[in-house]
């Protein structure tokens, strides 16, 4: 007969403790649902915010670029379109230069939407780096920047 196999239940508290992913998982979690429930009266997950403000450029992004600074594949970032496009809060255009390529905009009510939003995000954030010893704040974006 085998012995069972385990783990031991140190190493699960070990884990907890100093998993830097988990960790992050964490706080990410915690993040978003604070961002979540200020932006909820505007009908806008945390998300939606980061996806509208990716698209606040001179000229209308394609969805490679966009989707490489929010870290997504191309196919969810086309899922996390469908509704903003729904609400008329951006538009999706064959880019003239390369037919096979979409390029995104805000629509002008997207940007009134965002335009609303941006001080929510402003008090948020403001209340979040209050919670944070001076200078964590910097050092902790610099450290997760250098995982990108």
């Known amino acids: 007969m085998s012995k069972p196999i385990s783990v031991p239940f140190e190493t699960t508290i070990h884990v907890r403790d100093t998993c830097l992913c988990l960790a992050v998982q ?4 915690a993040l978003a649902r604070r961002f979540d429930e200020a ?3 505007y009908d806008l997950t945390n998300g939606q915010f980061s996806l509208l403000m990716s698209l606040n450029r001179p000229s209308p ?13 191309r196919t ?3 899922a996390a379109l469908k509704p903003l496009e729904r609400r008329g809060l ?13 390029l995104m905009a ?3 009510d997207g940007m009134r939407l965002l335009s609303d939003v ?13 919670l944070l010893i001076d200078g964590e ?3 902790l974006l610099r450290g997760l920047k250098k995982l990108l």
């Open 26 to 29: 964490r706080a990410a979690r």
């Open 61 to 73: 992004p394609n969805l490679s670029s966009v989707a490489s600074l929010l870290a997504m594949d």
């Open 90 to 102: 951006v538009k999706v255009v064959v880019d003239p230069a390369d037919k096979r390529s979409r």
């Open 106 to 108: 805000l629509t002008p």
């Open 39 to 41: 932006m909820r009266p």
């Open 137 to 139: 704040h910097d050092g």
């Open 118 to 130: 941006v001080p929510i995000w402003k008090r948020s954030h403001g209340k979040l780096e209050e």
């Open 76 to 78: 969810t970032l086309t």
